[in-house]
């Protein structure tokens, strides 16, 4: 069981659909992520929140739209996407700002998203 | 910016020690070096962090020398349950936006 969870566990959407993925923490960690992985790739960073603000956003196209409505939670919108967007969406949290790196991270087991 | 490199896969066998090497020549000063452990179909799991010398928990064991250009993390006695990817983290090392490094593929044979 992890403490960050991750709703839902698979998505299958056609490309001209909007869903939302969740993810929810309360450990009272300030800082929270979303990573994006593809199969036998490593996770790629692509927003960080540090209380309750976006602090990084890896160039990430404008269909996936971040939103932190407070200190435990995490939603990624998701709008107009591409087949290739398929891929394991993982949320992560940690102590202190996220702007370092240096905090361990704790990650949800992800959504499993397709796009037809 | 740190980068990292790691072995792409690695085997062993049960109850052997096994060590992964991650170099990291231009580590910051304030940088960490963390590492996790993947399953397929799950998040990566912290196994552990350290900055300097020697780090050990109940899983495994990291070597930092002094110049700190790479670590070694050091499973003990494996089990088949330790297959898995092991990724190097060192701060933000953000080459090409890829935190993660590409990671080592460990696969323990009985």
């Known amino acids: 069981d992890t403490e960050v969870t991750q709703t839902p566990k698979h998505l299958v959407m056609g490309m001209t659909n909007k869903k939302s993925l969740k993810c929810e923490q309360h450990m009272g960690h300030r800082a929270m992520y979303w990573y994006k992985q593809k199969a036998k790739k490593p996770p790629e960073l692509m927003f960080v929140y540090s209380y309750e603000k976006l602090s990084i956003n890896e160039s990430v196209p404008s269909r996936f739209s971040p939103e932190c409505p407070n200190s435990s939670l995490l939603n990624l919108h998701l709008h107009a996407l591409q087949p290739e967007d398929s891929a394991l969406y993982l949320c992560a949290s940690s102590q202190g700002s996220g702007i370092s790196g240096n905090q361990p991270q704790h990650f949800g087991d992800g959504t499993r998203l397709s796009i037809l | 910016l740190a980068k990292t490199t790691q072995p792409i896969s690695m085997d062993s066998y049960e109850g052997q020690e096994v060590n992964i090497t991650c170099s990291h020549n231009n580590i910051a000063t304030n940088d960490y070096i963390t590492w996790y452990q993947q399953f397929p179909s799950q998040g990566p799991r912290f196994i552990i962090q350290g900055y300097k010398t020697k780090v050990t928990n109940e899983v495994a064991s990291l070597f930092i020398p002094a110049d700190r250009k790479s670590s070694t993390l050091s499973l003990p006695r494996v089990s088949l349950s330790d297959t898995a990817v092991y990724y190097c983290?060192?701060?933000?090392?953000?080459?090409?936006?890829?935190?993660f490094g590409k990671g080592t593929r460990l696969h323990i044979l009985p």
């Open positions: 983290l060192v701060g933000w090392n953000r080459d090409d936006k890829i935190i």
